[in-house]
């Protein structure tokens, strides 16, 4: 269920701010955007699921809590990141 080595590759260096980036807050909330994607649809089909459902919502906080993070510290940064991942705020 988590995203493979590949797609994890493609969407640090996609949302990475600088060479050899991989912990800035929007590379993990793009990470973690794609696993919440991944666990959402497993869970459409596997409803009874429930540790499953667990590590979901703690993705989820961990997300809100690092892009509140970045809303706090550089708005344009959060705001040009929510854009591109479609997220609503």
């Known amino acids: 269920m988590a995203i493979s080595a590949e797609r994890r590759a493609e969407l640090i260096s996609e ?3 600088h060479d050899g980036d991989t912990g800035s807050p929007e590379v993990q909330i793009a990470i973690l955007t794609e696993d919440i994607r991944e666990l959402t649809e497993h869970l459409k089909s596997n409803k009874h699921d ?3 459902r667990r590590g979901l919502l703690a993705k989820v ?3 809100n809590r690092l892009s509140s993070y970045l809303r706090k ?3 344009e940064r959060y705001q ?3 854009s591109r991942l479609g997220l609503r705020k």
Do not use: A, C
């Open 15 to 17: 949302y990475r701010v």
């Open 50 to 52: 429930f540790s499953t």
């Open 61 to 63: 906080s961990r997300r």
């Open 73 to 75: 510290n550089d708005r």
């Open 80 to 82: 040009t990141l929510i």
